[in-house]
């Protein structure tokens, strides 16, 4: 059986996940964090969400809660498991457990057209763009960022 045909679950990580955080990182984003980089997050308060299916990481939310506002700083999802919901599963349930919360913002590549249409369907709204945010690609291009941010409507976080 192929991995991610099975149900998924998700649980808050720990320093004991971050070997599979960092390899699933190293695998999804040219500007990976590095293993230290994760271990110092945690140390400092940032908040780890994993999905799993059969005991191997799907994906995760790596975000960091300051105040009332969330934001999120990677969502990564196993190319094995692709446009199967995981990453919608964890947006989910990261704004339907963030009880006080007023905002959860993050940004994405501009070119990132499915992570745009997942957002915009969990109800955030583009608010910006960073020009030449992220680091030059294998062609040289620095690309956009588009600043993404939604309000949980009253009762929905919590």
Same mark, same amino acid.
């Given at each position: 059986?192929?991995?991610?045909? $099975? /149900?998924?679950?998700?649980?808050?990580?720990?320093?004991? +996940? #971050?070997?599979?955080?960092?390899?699933?990182? *190293? &695998?999804?984003?040219?500007?990976?964090?590095?293993? $230290? /980089?994760?271990?110092?997050?945690?140390?400092?308060?940032? +908040? #780890?969400?994993?999905?799993?299916?059969?005991? *191997? &990481?799907?994906?995760?939310?790596?975000?960091?809660?300051?105040?009332?506002e969330?934001?999120?700083?990677?969502?990564?999802?196993?190319?094995?498991?692709?446009?199967?919901?995981?990453?919608?599963?964890?947006?989910?349930?990261?704004?339907?457990?963030?009880?006080?919360?007023?905002?959860?913002?993050?940004?994405?590549?501009?070119?990132?057209?499915?992570?745009?249409?997942?957002?915009?369907?969990?109800?955030?709204?583009?608010t910006?763009?960073?020009?030449q945010?992220?680091?030059p690609?294998?062609?040289?291009?620095c690309?956009?960022?588009?600043?993404?941010?939604?309000?949980?409507?009253?009762?929905?976080?919590?």
């Amino acid at each position: 059986m192929p991995f991610c045909s $099975q /149900s998924f679950s998700l649980r808050a990580g720990t320093q004991e +996940d #971050l070997h599979a955080v960092c390899l699933l990182n *190293r &695998l999804c984003f040219e500007e990976c964090w590095s293993l $230290q /980089s994760l271990y110092s997050a945690l140390e400092s308060g940032y +908040d #780890l969400l994993l999905c799993e299916q059969a005991g *191997r &990481l799907a994906g995760f939310i790596l975000s960091l809660t300051v105040l009332d506002e969330i934001q999120i700083m990677q969502v990564a999802v196993s190319p094995d498991c692709r446009r199967m919901g995981v990453a919608r599963r964890m947006s989910r349930y990261l704004i339907d457990h963030a009880a006080g919360i007023q905002a959860v913002s993050l940004e994405v590549r501009l070119s990132n057209a499915p992570a745009r249409a997942l957002y915009a369907s969990l109800g955030f709204s583009e608010t910006g763009y960073r020009k030449q945010y992220y680091a030059p690609n294998a062609a040289g291009i620095c690309e956009d960022a588009v600043l993404l941010m939604m309000q949980p409507a009253a009762g929905e976080a919590g």
